[in-house]
Each structure stands twice: as C-alpha cells, then as structure tokens.
C-alpha cells in the first residue's frame, strides 16, 4: 500500500467517527427520562441523583486508568471497549425496576464514558496530525457535536413517541439496540502511526505525565479549571428542566418535543461560536458575556411560572451555555503535548466527575425543597465564578 492510501485509509477515520457520534447521540430515553426513573423506576428525585453521584463517582475512579489504555493499548481499542459497556447499560438498566440494577448499569455507563472522555479528541487530533491537518481540529469537534445534536433531535421526539405507543421500558431497550450500531463502527477506525508510537510509554508513566503536565502547567489549570467549574453549573439544566415542565403543568408528551428545540437551538449556535470566535477581538470579552448571560438566564428561571418565558430561557441556556466549551479547545489542545493528550484530558474531567459527584445528592435535596431556588442558586454561582475568572485573551 503505498503512503497516500494508507494516508487516505487514516483520514476516512473522520467520516468513522461521524457516523460513531452520530449513533452515540441517539437517545430515546433522554426526552422523557424524569418520567422514566420515577414512574417506571420508581425513584425519588433524591434518589436519581444519588445514582447520578454514584455515576460520577465511578467515572472519577475510571476516568485515569481509560485514558492511560488507550494511550497504552490504542484509542481505537479504547473506542471499541467504550461502545460495548453502554451496550450493556441500556440492556442493564431495561431489565427490570430495581434500583440496584439501575446502579449495575450506571457501572457500564461510567466505564464507557471514561474510556472514550478525552480519548476521542485525542483520536481525532492524531488522526489529522498524520495527514497534516491538524489545524481543523475545531472544525472537526464542532461537526462532530454538531451530529451529537442532530441525533438527540430526533431521537428525543421519538422516545416520547416509543414511550406512549409502547413503554417506557422499552426506551432503553431499543436504545441498546441502537447502541450496537456503534460497536460495529468502532471496529472499523483505523489507528493513526502517531499512536502506535506512543505505546513505548509503560503505564505507569503515562499515568504520571498526564499529572506532571497538568501540574506543572499554569495556563492548562485556568483554562481547564475555569471551563470545568461554570460548565457543572449550566449543565444542571439536564437534570432539572423535566422537573421544571412538571412543575409548571406541561404534559409529559411534550417533552420530548421541547429537548428537541432545546438541541436545535444548541446546534445552530455550535456552528455560530466557531464563526463568533474568528471574528472577535477578544476572547475573553466573549466568555464573559456568554457566562453572564447563562447566569441571569438561570436567575430569570428561577423566577418563571409562566411556561412560555421558563422554556425560553432554557433555549437560552442551551444555546450559549452548552457550547462554551469550544470558546477553550484551540488554547488547552496547544497547551498539551500530543504524548500525553488522553491521559491529560481524562485527568480534567476526572476533577470534574468527582466535583458532581459530590454536588449532586445536594442538588437533589434543594430540588426537593424548591426547584425555583435552586435554579437562583446556580445563576448567582456562575456569576461568582465568571468574576474571579483568570483567564486571559492570550490563553484562548
């Protein structure tokens, strides 16, 4: 084979990996998963987050050693194992109402999360380094959130569907069936040159350069920490915005349809952050207005009883606030040595999981005693983050 097909060979990885997002952002439980775990699971809401926390906790446990495979192994076998665990969550959590299975199946969802947390930005960014592209990285993510989105469009009206032609239990069934379809994908990527150098590294050393690096590097701190935290707070939204349409009196068959708004919304302003991003002067200017503008949309939620003016702060929130995390990409990807890209990844996010972790159970108490407050609560929060923020223009 000569060097362009096999340069050929690595660059259809992209299309792969396409399709492999698209099939991972299909999820028919997502609209309509408040009425599944209390309704057909029998949960509290207390109770899904405890499971949420044990989730978070268990990825925080998982979330190092699945970087380091797949710097070690490969990231393609990282990818495949990360397919097969969640095919074993959805079929887990199908089963049967049981709290403890449900645990069970958050165990596969944690390790599937962990294995492909970081690794598949990795994956991508090896990829177009060996074909000498490496500058459409951000593109790249963003079309590949961009099909995230498109797939929990439709499939988020679907679930609502399934659930009131079949059963709410077989929104989970028929998303492990449709998780099968990326099993098979991942088994088709092929492993950039790059990578396979890489695994002369012995374990444990991946493991204490991806801690040294992201100790030793000042601006990798502000840029990861300062993403991390704010990001926690505005993705509250997806385990309190279905208890808020209860609250305010919507029917359930709805809900489906409004997540898919809310991902429409959250596409279109995926495309339109790129674009913002080499157009404006600063860049630090831009974040700050996307957080505040998050943060007195939470306020506003807090204080919104009347559906309609409620659900546009949702897309608000949605639309600036869960695509903040492409303003950071380009300054943390050329912060990071390639070597160690998954393992320091994975070591950001593994912060991440267990900061939820141990916010969630006390989420789920304050949502017990008042949604309205809580939403307050989170707008003010990310207020006080967004200004005792250290990040500069440069860094971006």
């Not at 299909?26 to 207390?46: A, C, D, S």
């Not at 095919?87 to 165990?107: C, G, K, R």
């Not at 695509?323 to 380009?330: A, K, Q």
Request: charged residues 15%; positive net charge; hydrophobic residues 50%.
């Amino acid at each position: 084979m000569s060097r362009e097909e096999k340069k050929n060979n690595i660059s259809r990885n992209i299309l792969k990996f396409y399709i492999w997002i698209f099939i991972f952002g299909i999820h028919t439980v997502r609209g309509v998963y408040f009425p599944y775990m209390t309704e057909w699971g029998g949960l509290t809401f207390f109770e899904m987050m405890l499971l949420q926390s044990y989730f978070m906790f268990m990825i925080f446990i998982l979330e190092i050693p699945s970087g380091a495979i797949a710097d070690y192994l490969s990231r393609k076998t990282a990818l495949i194992l990360s397919s097969l665990f969640v095919v074993a969550a959805a079929f887990t959590y199908s089963i049967y109402p049981n709290i403890f299975l449900f645990f069970l199946a958050e165990t596969f969802w944690a390790f599937s999360i962990a294995l492909h947390s970081g690794t598949d930005e990795a994956f991508i960014y090896s990829t177009l380094k060996t074909t000498g592209e490496e500058d459409k990285l951000t593109k790249v993510l963003g079309r590949t959130y961009l099909l995230h989105i498109i797939a929990n469009i439709i499939s988020a009206p679907l679930g609502s569907i399934i659930a009131g032609i079949v059963s709410l239990q077989f929104t989970m069934t028929c998303l492990g069936l449709i998780y099968i379809g990326a099993f098979i994908t991942s088994f088709t990527f092929k492993e950039p040159k790059l990578v396979r150098e890489e695994k002369t590294k012995r374990y444990l050393t991946i493991l204490k350069d991806g801690f040294n690096e992201l100790r030793k590097n000042k601006i990798i701190r502000i840029l990861c920490f300062d993403r991390l935290f704010v990001q926690i707070f505005i993705h509250l939204l997806f385990w309190t915005y279905q208890p808020y349409l209860t609250s305010v009196n919507l029917p359930i068959w709805a809900f489906g349809f409004i997540l898919a708004a809310m991902n429409i919304f959250n596409a279109i302003f995926n495309i339109l952050i790129p674009k913002f991003l080499e157009k404006v002067n600063s860049k630090k200017k831009m974040l700050i207005t996307v957080n505040v503008i998050n943060g007195i949309a939470y306020i506003i939620l807090g204080f919104s009883v009347f559906p309609p003016i409620g659900v546009l702060m949702l897309f608000l929130i949605v639309s600036f606030g869960y695509t903040r995390g492409l303003i950071y990409i380009n300054g943390i990807n050329k912060q990071i040595e390639s070597e160690n890209r998954a393992t320091v990844l994975s070591t950001i996010n593994m912060f991440g999981s267990v900061s939820m972790a141990i916010l969630y159970p006390l989420v789920g108490l304050i949502v017990q005693w008042n949604l309205f407050i809580m939403f307050i609560i989170i707008g003010i929060m990310i207020l006080i983050l967004t200004a005792f923020s250290r990040v500069k223009s440069e860094y971006l």
